[in-house]
């Protein structure tokens, strides 16, 4: 049972794959439209294809709902947990949002333009469907972040781990791509506007 997917594509960024998105995601509202009063699922509602996508950036959510900025004042622990309680909960009234441009440290296998990540992540009433950034295909810029990830978890007491020597020999090869991860079960149910995952979910 597959629950995510994920999609790339060579000589891309993530504005290519926000395209894409934008647009499975409008094909398969309109298909889910044409059900009609057929749902498939129990108590299901179909909501049609009057889609409005919204883009937002990192920065602006965090100034605006958890009072600081992540570029300024860094916080792993404080980012995550606003992410949790404040920035997603705001996004919950906001329809279908794209949350984009991250912190360089919220995005270690990203592309860097001007200290921004070029990450995204695909909001639908609050819940994410999708990830995606830019993929990182300097080789030697991605040795020296594992190096310092390394660092910073032998300062913490944590485990190490071996640097993928075969993933970085690679990178060198790739000019340009991005890629998304998709999640296939909660992107039926809020195409479908089911109450809960696992209404469906095949199986259940």
Avoid at 23 to 42: A, I, N
Avoid at 57 to 76: E, F, I, K, M, N
Avoid at 154 to 176: C, H, T, W
């Amino acid at each position: 049972e597959f629950t995510m997917i994920e999609c790339y594509r060579k000589d891309a960024t993530y504005l290519d794959i926000l395209e894409d998105t934008k647009c499975l995601y409008s094909f398969l509202s309109s298909k889910c439209g044409d059900c009609g009063d057929r749902p498939f699922v129990e108590n299901v509602k179909y909501s049609g294809n009057n889609l409005a996508f919204k883009e937002i950036t990192v920065r602006d959510a965090y100034l605006s709902w958890a009072g600081w900025d992540p570029w300024t004042d860094w916080d792993q622990d404080r980012f995550d947990f606003d992410m949790a309680t404040k920035i997603e909960p705001a996004l919950k009234s906001l329809g279908l949002v794209f949350l984009m441009d991250y912190p360089p440290q919220a995005a270690s296998l990203a592309k860097l333009r001007d200290e921004v990540a070029e990450r995204w992540e695909f909001y639908s009433d609050g819940i994410e469907l999708a990830n995606c950034f830019t993929e990182l295909c300097d080789s030697d810029e991605q040795r020296q972040r594992f190096l310092k990830s390394k660092e910073e978890r032998r300062q913490l007491g944590e485990a190490d781990y071996p640097i993928d020597e075969e993933f970085i020999a690679v990178l060198g090869n790739m000019k340009s791509a991005a890629g998304v991860a998709l999640g296939i079960d909660r992107l039926v149910m809020k195409l479908l506007s089911a109450d809960e995952i696992m209404h469906v979910r095949c199986g259940d």
